[in-house]
């Protein structure tokens, strides 16, 4: 059971223009949900986070909105760099402390 | 550098041997989290330890276990290896038991089942 889904495997833009990741989630009970970034041959990095009671957060170039109705969330990067460039896995956090990862999107930035 | 170390950091073995994979959390970090990484599969979640003793558990199997000791560090064994075992190990770790997901995560330790 995928309780966080990242249905775009991939994502290619140019630089200077708007990043947009997409993930859908099932459980109505997740509090947190986060944006991890992964470089190769690195552990996965933590980018931005929001709270279930938010439907915004903004953190410089990168900007997390959340659709609780929809069950969807998406990080807008802009404008999106070439060090943008790596995988970015959306991820959850209820009152388990399972912290639940969807499989990722590899975004490439072309200039 | 997150801080959290995972040693090896590349391992190769045969079907049906077993492996320890050894991680040390960032200190002060009480918590620590395995998780696995498929060929093109997001991260799943194995098992969480807090300060010695553990606290969830995912879609863990039974031929793998692990444990956190006195010191924190932790240690992930995988006994009876199949090739489809062969994936990226990552630990991370956390100050609390509870938390809002904000995990720092080790650089993995690769392993391939021949």
């Known amino acids: 059971d995928q309780q966080v889904k990242q249905n775009s495997p991939s994502l290619s833009v140019q630089e200077g223009r708007i990043s947009i990741l997409n993930c859908d989630y099932t459980n109505s009970m997740f509090d947190y949900f986060l944006w991890y970034k992964k470089y190769p041959a690195e552990g996965p990095t933590f980018l931005i986070s929001i709270s279930s009671i938010k439907d915004k957060n903004e953190d410089g170039r990168f900007t997390v909105f959340l659709n609780k109705s929809a069950k969807h969330l998406s990080l807008h990067i802009v404008p999106s760099q070439p060090g943008d460039s790596a995988v970015y896995f959306c991820?959850?956090?209820?009152?388990?402390?399972?912290?639940?990862f969807g499989t990722g999107t590899r975004l490439q930035v072309f200039p | 550098d997150s801080g959290v170390t995972q040693t090896p950091k590349h391992l190769i073995t045969a079907t049906g041997q077993r492996v320890t994979l050894r991680c040390s959390p960032r200190?002060?970090?009480?918590?620590v989290y395995w998780y696995q990484q498929s060929l093109d599969q997001g991260l799943q979640f194995l098992i969480q330890?807090?300060?010695?003793?553990?606290?969830a558990k995912g879609n863990i199997l039974e031929r793998f276990s692990a444990q956190q000791f006195p010191d924190l560090h932790s240690e992930l064994n995988l006994s009876s290896l199949e090739l489809g075992d062969s994936a990226l190990y990552f630990c991370?770790?956390?100050?609390?038991?509870?938390?809002?997901?904000?995990?720092?995560f080790g650089e993995g330790s690769r392993l391939t089942v021949l």
């Open positions: 330890y807090y300060n010695g003793e553990e606290r």
């Open positions: 991370a770790s956390s100050v609390w038991s509870g938390n809002t997901g904000e995990l720092f």
């Open positions: 991820a959850a956090i209820g009152t388990t402390d399972k912290l639940i």
């Open positions: 200190s002060g970090d009480l918590s």
